[in-house]
């Protein structure tokens, strides 16, 4: 179909095309022109009819395509796993990330066995019908928001398929919840570290398309060093295994690797053989108080030089300190402007807090230690009663970028900047062993959309980000939102050398397009 | 140039060809005869001379091209980077697994600095030159052997470039000596801990190619855990960078974990930002004694049951607990036939050490624990001298399988059994950990040849692991010697996969050919 109007270009022949050829028309001028405007009309309106057959067509044609993709879905799967129910499909295609793309999906597929994911990448290769993958949806870079096409949820396969204590894996399907599955570990002695703040609502899947961290990273690594491999539908049905269940392997490529982080643009994981960890007990659990940003990296980077190895090293600055005093009725700023939350655990746990409590005290205007339990939890509570205390204040973007640990001082000092520059309410929360900073800008809810000042103001902390040899996601992905940043942060070469290895994998492009790269 | 042979072609010709047509030739059958024979023969001679001229054009050719080739290369390079001295070549072609490639190398290029390998690939792409990319040469697996091509040897490219106790990263070109990168780490309080056993002699750049692993593991994690991103020449000389500085990041897939590993298949690393730890000090050594290599694994797997992650878990099989007895003269079989050393390190040390002495006797025949660090040093001298007792009784082919941990003692016990079967000595040392087994065949030195007996207990080993779950190279690398086994574990879709990622990087095939895949 082409995409010029038809009209328009009868209506351009007629008035600048060629003259007549001598002595084949009227020879009146003026009659001539009546005439002309006659068949131009007349013209016009067939057109007119025409075009309105053709669009009525297209319709039509578009219709019945789009029918016979719902139900060569439909087919596809045993009954009760297809959807187009309207209210089904807008409870299945956006994300956390506030994103909302354009047009709806045609459906939704809940897949309960590898065989479902099968049938619909087979049905969706077959019809370049572009898929988008889904868990709990908790993501929050539009990864799983869906525009058209259909969506695939696996959240239904959510069996926990082996324990093993003796091999110290797991084998799980995607939908497992992430703290399901560490509390299953618990129940044997293990754990799985990896805890996004999502844990107790994300699924195993999600973390692995997004390689999701959390605040045990800094001693327990992010979710890729605890994949081992993976069983992945690819685009076209089959099923690949990648890795292996032993916890060393160098045989070939590391393709597990690049599936964690991929954001369902490779293939669909259907299952994943994890690491599990021998159970860290009894952690001891520090505050530190600090009078600027900057204090609390420094003793961050003096527990490394120490010999510790923090479980956790959360930071939190003196704006967020203060909404979350604000909120809970706390008086955490009366101690300090900053607060540096630090967690010690496994048997050398107490050996390290004494480390970790000397080198804090050094630096920190006042410092509290915890072995109970209850003591522990309080201090916690701060922590997770920081993005709720802002939540109170406004409409939230939560941003993650992450920086050389040496350089999250400078880039916490310039998010201030940023946002008063902008006239942003900027607040900042920290992985600080990690240099991953969470800047939250808060802005009016009342106002209809996200003020072009608040965009401007996360650019400028992506620049930072990248500026001072950092990234403009630490763990939460690119998604939709971050795309356009991507080739500044990965440069053209290595941006092209990615699109050249996703259509290895993908070669119509019908895995989460507009995704990821 | 064609495949069949000029002169056979002519006398196929001869004898079977077509009949002449009739009335045009001699009438006298017998006259007729002669006259051909004579007409074969002296095609024949001409043929043979033509022949002989081909093959010397084809040498002389060769060695024009040769010539230019080496030409190139001469002139890319600046002075004093390019030998073709066939002592220099002889010194510069082979590694340490034993295989010897038909075929010599026409000459060594030494990189010193980038320009220097952008202009080697520049030149071997251009005229599809095979490169094999060396670093100290101490590779197992064949992967730095080179038959033809040339050799690109990045030893020379042995500079810390930086240092970052606040960012806790180092960067570091190719050629650095592991132990020297670990050295100048400890000299500003932080370690670099891969070690694999080469450490001493072996580079940065060659432990990302194999991915390498070694003593510390087990808590440290193997190579790719330890490199944040790197800067690689592409086999059209284009500069990559993948990774990044901060220990976060998802933006992109995960080029660096594909890189590492992957033996200098998909480009050269030319330098590469590694992460820094704190230094573990005050270690505490334990030696545990048992009947059997069930018992120790046992004992490894109540290390983690009991919340203890050891910073090293060898294990030495009762015939090499004996050869190393024989070698040193030392009495480890007086305690126990199975010999398990455990190390803690870190502030938590001695709160762990306790926790696995524990462990460890109540499992273990005897069980000896040292914080001294010269009675330590002793009893890691046993673990240290398997080796080299084990080359006293023989030539050693040194195997690398890796298995789910609980598999660990039926694997070594099958190993046995595998000697016994096919009439092979084979020792057993494992990172026990990490379910990581060294199975050592030690053969006649005086046989010419390593027996077919021995290839084919090797055989059975491979197997073995891939029965298991396990893979066929735990950390030394696939090289050529483990080719063949590749598809076996891989399955031929993911085999199919790789060699197309392969092909990505590297369409015209240059970087180190048959190795790897």
């Known amino acids: 179909m082409s995409l010029e109007h038809p009209a328009a270009a009868v209506h351009a022949r007629t008035t600048t095309g060629p003259a007549a050829p001598e002595g084949t028309g009227p020879a009146d001028p003026a009659e001539a022109a009546v005439a002309e405007a006659a068949v131009v009309e007349a013209t016009e309106a067939k057109t007119a009819v025409v075009e309105a057959a053709v669009v009525e067509a297209a319709v039509v044609e578009a219709a019945v395509v789009e029918a016979a993709v719902v139900e060569a879905f439909a087919v596809a799967l045993p009954v009760g796993r297809w959807s187009t129910d309207p209210a089904v499909v807008d409870a299945h295609r956006l994300d956390r990330s506030g994103w909302i793309p354009t047009g709806r999906p045609l ?6 066995e590898v065989a479902d994911v099968q049938a619909v990448l087979r049905v969706a290769a077959a ?8 868990g709990a949806g908790t993501g929050l870079a539009g990864g ?14 959510d069996r926990i398929r082996e324990l093993s204590v003796e091999d110290g894996v797991a084998v799980v399907e995607p939908g497992v919840i992430t703290a399901d599955l560490d509390a299953a570990a618990r129940a044997v002695g293990l754990s799985y570290p990896p805890d996004p703040a999502s844990a107790a609502i994300s699924t195993i899947g999600g973390n692995i398309a997004t390689n999701a961290g959390g605040l045990h990273c800094a001693k327990y690594g992010v979710t890729r060093e605890s994949v081992l491999g993976l069983d992945v539908v690819l685009a076209d049905g089959e099923v690949l295994r990648t890795g292996r269940r032993s916890v060393k392997g160098v045989a070939g490529y590391d393709l597990t690797s690049l599936f964690v982080g991929s954001e369902g643009t490779l293939g669909v994981v259907v299952a994943a053989t994890v690491r599990l960890r021998p159970l860290a007990r009894d952690p001891v659990t520090l505050a530190g108080f600090f009078d600027t940003v900057g204090a609390a990296v420094d003793a961050v980077t003096a527990l490394g030089a120490a010999g510790v190895v923090p479980a956790v090293a959360e930071l939190l600055d003196a704006r967020t300190v203060r909404a979350v005093d604000a909120a809970t009725g706390s008086h955490l700023a009366a101690h300090g402007e900053v607060f540096l939350l630090v967690q010690t655990d496994g048997p050398g746990a107490a050996a390290e807090a004494d480390l970790a409590e000397a ?11 915890s072995t109970d339990p209850a003591q522990a939890e309080a201090l916690f509570a701060a922590r997770r009663a920081a993005l709720p205390a802002l939540q109170r ?3 939230v973007l939560i941003e993650d970028i992450a920086v050389p640990r040496g350089a999250l001082a400078r880039a916490a000092a310039r998010v201030t900047e940023i946002g008063a520059a902008h006239g942003v309410d900027i607040f900042t929360m920290a992985h600080a062993a990690d240099g991953n900073l969470h ?8 106002e209809p959309e996200i003020p072009p000042r608040a965009w401007a103001a996360a650019e400028e902390i992506f620049a930072l980000a990248l500026d001072l040899g950092g990234t403009v996601t630490g763990e939460h992905g690119v998604g939709v939102l971050k795309r356009r940043w991507l080739a500044a942060e ?10 050249r290895l996703r259509a290895v994998f993908d070669p119509a492009g019908i895995l989460n397009p507009g995704r990821a790269l």
């Open 107 to 112: 459906g939704v597929a809940f897949a309960r």
């Open 127 to 134: 019809r370049r019908v572009p898929v988008t993958v889904r």
């Open 359 to 369: 080198v804090l005290t050094a630096r920190a205007r006042r410092v509290r230690r």
């Open 439 to 446: 800047p939250i800008i808060v802005v009016d809810p009342t």
């Open 144 to 157: 799983a928001a869906a525009g058209g096409g259909i969506v695939l949820d696996v959240a239904g396969m």
């Open 393 to 395: 204040l406004g409409r």
């Open 490 to 499: 990965l440069g053209p070469r290595a941006h092209d050398l990615q699109h």
